[in-house]
């Protein structure tokens, strides 16, 4: 009995040690990614952002570009980014980006989701895709609801101001 006792502690003892050790290494290699990942996802903001502020190009230059960021996006992004940013992708492959609401609505939740990879979160003032897109989107409030419109900050909606 007391050299099973001793067995199982001795096991415990080695699981508990590899278990910290995969820990750590986990936590390195994201530190190493995030690096990564804030560069890349401001590269595609800079890039979608320029796209929607009129900078004409080429139909090779955006074939281009899209491949570069697809490498990029299959190493590099995280699972919940990867999916919405072949979303946004097949909205513009089946539709030619012709519907403009949806391709504004995916943008919005690509941004929402890189932002969640990067670590950020607050439940107090929790976003919505269209949050994302009102710093340089000048009418985005056509595209939602009344309710969503003004500001969208939780203390704004909770405190008046002198008048």
């Known amino acids: 009995m007391e050299l099973t006792t001793w067995i199982l502690g001795l096991i415990s003892a080695f699981l508990a040690v590899k278990w ?5 290494e986990n936590e390195s290699l994201k530190q190493k990614l995030n690096g990564k990942k804030e560069e890349l996802y401001t590269e595609f903001v800079s890039f979608y952002m320029s796209l929607l502020n009129g ?3 080429s139909e090779e230059e955006l074939q281009q570009a899209m491949r570069a960021f697809n490498e990029k996006m299959i190493l590099t992004a995280s699972n919940e980014v990867f999916l919405t940013f072949g979303d946004l992708m097949q909205s513009f492959y089946k539709s030619n980006g012709e519907d403009t ?3 504004i609505r995916l943008m919005g939740e690509l941004i929402l989701s890189m932002r969640k990879d990067l670590g950020h979160s607050d439940w107090m003032n929790n976003l919505y895709w269209f949050d994302s897109l009102r710093p340089w989107l000048k009418d ?3 595209f939602v609801t009344v309710k969503y419109r003004g500001n969208r900050r939780h203390y704004n909606k909770t405190v008046d101001l002198v008048k």
């Open 20 to 24: 910290q050790t995969s820990a750590k």
């Open 55 to 57: 900078k004409k190009r």
């Open 101 to 103: 609401m949806q391709g």
């Open 140 to 142: 985005v409030d056509k």
